[in-house]
Each structure stands twice: as C-alpha cells, then as structure tokens.
C-alpha cells in the first residue's frame, strides 16, 4: 500500500516480527518503537508505480502530518522518532515539498523468508 495515494485497502499480508525486537534499543521508547512498527507495517511489499516513481518493497511514501495523524502524535514527536531512526540506520529519508519516501534499511533482512 502506498501511503500517500490514500487507499485504504485491506490486504492479506503481514510482517515479520523477531522475539529479539524486546532487545532493540527503541524497544523502550514507545513513539519510535510504535513509528516503526506502524512504517514496517504500511511499507510496500512489492514494486510499485507512484506518480512517475518506482517505489520498491520496503518503502513508503508519507509525511510528517499524515503520520502524526495515524499515530495521534504531534508532528514534534514524529521528527525526534524519525531522526532516532535515522541516527541508527534504521531508516533513510528522501524528501520533497509535498512528502517523503521512508526506506527502511533492513527490509530484506527483517521479512526474508
């Protein structure tokens, strides 16, 4: 599902979540840890066209507002969760004035069958 196109649709697909999650060190941090559940579980699982753009598995095309509004946090929280996120590697950023393409890192390696 691509985030910025506003379709709602209900999937039959699902993530991967490893025990070892409990470990990670945002695990405790409750805004990063629930942003990146919440990325993890909207990102593309397969290739996508999105307004002239290829937007690959593990990606996600959003903003600032809209997740704040998904995730009822004020825009604030979300850019200190994101920048965690980035600080870490976890996920790389491409933005323009209109939304951002969220790429998380280790796709492959966190849903690989």
């Not at 196109?5 to 945002?26: D, F, P, Q, Y």
């Not at 598995?57 to 704040?68: D, E, N, S, Y």
């Amino acid at each position: 599902m691509l985030g910025a196109m506003g379709k709602n649709r209900l999937t039959m697909a699902w993530i991967k979540l490893h025990k070892k999650v409990v470990n990670w060190e945002w695990y405790s941090d409750p805004n990063t840890f629930r942003l990146f559940i919440h990325l993890l579980l909207n990102a593309n699982y397969t290739e996508k066209k999105w307004q002239g753009m290829t937007i690959f598995p593990g990606q996600i095309v959003t903003g600032r507002k809209k997740l704040a509004a998904e995730l009822r946090l004020s825009e604030q929280e979300i850019r200190t969760s994101l920048t965690r996120l980035k600080s870490t590697s976890e996920i790389t950023i491409k933005s323009t004035n209109k939304f951002s393409i969220v790429t998380i890192c280790k796709w492959e390696e966190y849903q690989s069958k």
